[in-house]
């Protein structure tokens, strides 16, 4: 689970500078509401600060997007552990027969790497 803590953690720094940023907002808004600032002034830090709001917001929609990809993964490795735990003993040798109920497809790059598509939809990446 450190892998989407780690998510957790992003998301979390990225809430904070969104809460910040708000604060600046709204401080600017009552700032020109209360005393007479140069409008073009105004203009200008109004936009630079929605301008790094928006820019916040769609990073936290990455990181999610990101969190809820690394969420299906963990599930679908897991299950693939909870499938090998079962097993009395794993094999030792190569089994054609384990390789094909387990891998789905394989697909070489000419850069020379694989990636294996297993059944439960996990890829794992090599080079050969």
Known sequence: MTFLLYVGTGMESV????????????????????????????????????????ALESRMDSLKKERESREIKFGIFSGFLFELSELEELPLEFDVKLFHSLVDYATV????RVVFTFRNGAEVETRI
């Open 109 to 112: 790059y000419h850069d020379g």
């Open 15 to 54: 809430s904070n500078e969104m809460e910040v940023v708000t604060g600046l907002i709204q401080k600017l808004i009552v700032e020109n509401a209360t005393r007479k600032l140069d409008q073009n002034d105004y203009r200008r830090k109004y936009e630079g600060y929605v301008n790094k709001y928006a």
